[in-house]
């Protein structure tokens, strides 16, 4: 159910630099909000690319709902609801995932990025707002205060210069040259072991619906292995390898096969992509230069285990475009573009936090380390219901939606505080800052709306049974974007929304347009005032 916005005029567009998937996610949102947009890549064409970020969460399909191409992903890709760790063998635990919404997609879904991005690239061919540009090489970023020009070297040589107003660059793994171009530091580390990653079709009887991480198994001792189901009866198998690990050497020793028949046995397969990547801990200083918002692994990088790749580039992609669509709309103050540093340099910030962990869990780095490690799993592998020692374990937190508590857009609330990042598998309790869990309304046409679609539309404002819809409605009169106000006894008969936000009579509830809660306000003008905070615009009504 995506917004009716009047497209600007052609004159006016907006840039996206890279057509991996966070490029296009970010070009298919800003033709969502009716922005003419020119998306560049230095490639002559899509490239045919192997499984590479598979692992799609349940909010990065909702965004991807939005744009049209959610369900069809949903639909290719293998639903897995269970992820479950070993140890030498033994299982250990497993873990589920809880929704506090009623959203109609799984926690997790596994469908090869290649198959992601012809999905999204049908979405874009149709999308007349939307110009490709293949073979366009930038070689420099100019910027002035209305505008943003990218110098790109074509393939023939010559040279093509392409302005628009904002430029969201998401330019994976070739982000060096613009970071550099616009001054962005990318500090970190880089991780001295490698880890071969191979997609093999074949027939592995009752793991197709589930992750299975192993720590030391006796078929890579003393270093982990991960195994993803994917569409087709592939599996994504990720095994820790020493730092001078050689692939091609290992294929034609035989020992690659070796390798793989410890874990297929006996049944016939077939290598469908393989690659070894040594794996990063960086982030950039600022995700805004300007009029430049760098986005996903241009902008941060993290080690894989709980797929916090991809699953955190498209929330920058849609954080960067609503903010770019409601600066070029008029309907917010330019600043608010501003805020896209703060908010996903933060989740970038936790995104590190989690994989280093996790990282230092996976490969210890003295023999303290070590010992300390096998005495969690050894502990775990007597007592695996001793949830004390099961939290010790550290396989990977899988993803999850980042909360903007801190952010300059976020009104805090006493009644609805942030207790900090979740149990594993669990959403985060609704408060201001967090996605809104997903629940469906019924509009006064009958018709059923879930909020998260209906406050991506603008902005939504849920209004509760004490106070005065139309007061509010009134208050929030002067704002500029689109706004949809409901008062929940219309619109939730069963409770179900005010119970999913643990909502009371005299709140009302705004929603930003990417479904995070902005404020849980006590009163009319505290709620006109959290509505305009989100705009980055002073409220006309007295608090």
């Not at 479950?84 to 589920?96: C, M």
């Not at 992601?116 to 874009?124: A, F, H, Q, R, V």
């Not at 874990?263 to 990547?277: L, P, T």
């Not at 469906?440 to 049974?465: D, P, Q, Y």
């Amino acid at each position: 159910m995506a917004p009716t916005v009047a497209p600007l005029d052609s004159s006016r567009q907006a840039l996206v630099l890279g057509a991996g998937p966070v490029g296009q996610t970010a070009a298919l949102l800003l033709a969502e909000w009716g922005i003419p947009v020119v998306m560049l890549d230095a490639r002559p064409e899509r490239d045919p690319i192997g499984s590479k970020a598979l692992c799609q969460q349940r909010d990065v399909l909702d965004v991807w709902d939005h744009v049209g191409a959610g369900k069809a992903i949903a639909a290719e890709g293998v639903t897995w609801t269970r992820a479950v760790t070993l140890y030498q063998g033994q299982e250990l635990f497993s873990q589920g995932f809880v929704d506090r919404g009623r959203s109609p997609f799984p926690p997790f879904v596994n469908i090869g990025q290649n198959r992601t991005e012809e999905l999204l690239d049908e979405k874009i061919h149709g999308n007349p707002l939307i110009t490709e540009k293949w073979g366009h090489t930038v070689e420099a970023v100019e910027q002035d205060d209305d505008s943003i020009t990218l110098v790109c070297r074509l393939a023939d040589g010559s040279v093509e210069r392409i302005t628009g107003e904002y430029c969201i660059a998401a330019p994976g793994n070739k982000g060096h040259l613009v970071r550099d171009m616009v001054g962005m530091s990318f500090e970190g580390t880089t991780f001295e072991d490698q880890f071969l990653i191979c997609d093999i079709r074949t027939t592995l009887p009752g793991w197709e619906l589930e992750r299975r991480f192993y720590f030391d198994p006796e078929w890579n001792p003393g270093r982990q292995v991960l195994i993803h189901p994917c569409p087709g009866s592939v599996y994504r198998i990720d095994w820790q390898v020493p730092p001078a690990y050689d692939v091609e050497a290992e294929e034609k020793s035989g020992a690659l096969d070796a390798r793989i028949r410890k874990i297929v046995g006996d049944a016939d397969y077939e290598i469908v992509w393989k690659s070894v990547y040594r794996f990063h801990a960086r982030q950039v200083d600022q995700m805004v230069k300007g009029r430049l918002l760098m986005a996903g692994d241009g902008a941060h990088l993290v080690a894989p285990f709980g797929a916090r790749g991809l699953n955190s580039g498209v929330p920058d992609a849609e954080n960067a475009a609503w903010k770019v669509a409601f600066a070029m709309h008029g309907w917010a103050d330019p600043s608010i573009v501003a805020s896209y540093h703060d908010e996903r340099h933060a989740a970038a910030a936790e995104n590190l936090d989690v994989t280093a962990a996790t990282m230092r869990f996976l490969v210890p780095q003295n023999e303290a380390e070590w010992a300390e490690r096998r005495s969690i799993l050894e502990a775990c592998k007597a007592a695996p219901d001793d949830l004390a020692i099961r939290a010790q374990v550290n396989s990977g937190r899988m993803a999850e939606a980042f909360w903007y508590v801190a952010s300059p857009l976020t009104t805090p609330c006493a009644a609805h505080v942030f207790p900090g990042r979740p149990p594993k598998g669990e959403d985060p309790v609704p408060a201001p800052g967090v996605i809104a869990p997903d629940v469906e309304v019924t509009l006064a046409s009958g018709e059923k709306a879930r909020i998260r679609s209906l406050a991506r539309r603008g902005m939504l404002v849920l209004v509760g049974a004490d106070v005065d819809a139309a007061e509010v409605t009134n208050a929030l009169a002067g704002l500029r974007c689109p706004v949809t106000v409901l008062s929940l006894p219309d619109v939730d008969p069963d409770g179900s929304v005010a119970a999913a936000l643990d909502a009371t009579p005299n709140e009302v509830w705004i929603i930003r347009a990417d479904a995070h809660i902005a404020a849980a306000a006590t009163s009319v003008a505290e709620a006109a005032d959290a509505a305009y905070r989100v705009l980055g615009m002073p409220s006309p009504v007295a608090v």
